[in-house]
T-cell receptor
Framework: AQSVSQHNHHVILSEAASLELGCNYSYGGTVNLFWYVQYPGQHLQLLLKYFSGDPLVKGIKGFEAEFIKSKFSFNLRKPSVQWSDTAEYFCAVRYGGSQGNLIFGKGTKLSVKP | NAGVMQNPRHLVRRRGQEARLRCSPMKGHSHVYWYRQLPEEGLKFMVYLQKENIIDESGMPKERFSAEFPKEGPSILRIQQVVRGDSAAYFC??????????????FGPGTRLTVL
């Protein structure tokens, strides 16, 4: 079955630490990959996406992600986190075409200590 | 351009009642998706609709749940005879048919349903 795994349930970092959140998906042919963020009390917002081309994708707020096809991974990174990055982060995958449902990981809560 | 609107934001129902959740997509968007989020879980796909058509309802429970997206007005997710297990956050997303962001989904704030 198609699935998405996020390795960490809760990550706690100090400000200025580097961040890497893992995301793996099951094989299923062509994929579109997304990272969404949900700040406390707010709705999901798109951080970045990958459809094709350069596997290193840059998103908003200094986030980036790298698509490694051989590992079925799409890990999210940020060199230096800020307190304002405290949020829940969701990896999502769409199998097949450009429209259709997303399959989400369970999410990773990030807490950044000031 | 207003974002995806959902109402109500919070809904409390007693077991056996009906719940109606509304979603107004972003202007110009003709694709609507409904997802459900249970505590400590990620979002689970329920149904994908275009105007007057259900495209994919593979994630919808077979009984008590239905969805529509009429030609005019918001998309409605309807849950009949609610049970405690229906308590969850229900998110709607919309996407355009064309344009530079045609393959992105934009999410609403969600409706938190509590069944007593």
């Amino acid at each position: 079955a198609q699935s998405v795994s996020q390795h960490n349930h809760h990550v706690i970092l100090s400000e200025a630490a580097s961040l890497e959140l893992g995301c793996n998906y099951s094989y299923g042919g062509t994929v579109n990959l997304f990272w969404y963020v949900q700040y406390p009390g707010q709705h999901l917002q798109l951080l970045l996406k990958y459809f094709s081309g350069d596997p290193l994708v840059k998103g908003i707020k200094g986030f980036e992600a790298e698509f490694i096809k051989s590992k079925f991974s799409f890990n999210l990174r940020k060199p230096s986190v800020q307190w304002s990055d405290t949020a829940e982060y969701f990896c999502a995958v769409r199998y097949g075409g450009s429209q259709g449902n997303l399959i989400f990981g369970k999410g990773t809560k990030l807490s950044v200590k000031p | 351009n207003a974002g995806v609107m959902q109402n109500p934001r919070h809904l409390v129902r007693r077991r056996g009642q009906e719940a109606r959740l509304r979603c107004s997509p972003m202007k110009g968007h003709s694709h609507v998706y409904w997802y459900r989020q249970l505590p400590e879980e990620g979002l689970k796909f329920m149904v994908y609709l275009q105007k007057e058509n259900i495209i994919d309802e593979s994630g919808m429970p077979k009984e008590r749940f239905s969805a529509e997206f009429p030609k005019e007005g918001p998309s409605i997710l309807r849950i009949q005879q609610v049970v405690r297990g229906d308590s969850a956050a229900y998110f709607c997303a919309s996407s355009p048919s064309e344009g530079i962001r045609y393959n992105e989904q934009f999410f609403g704030p969600g409706t938190r349903l509590t069944v007593l």
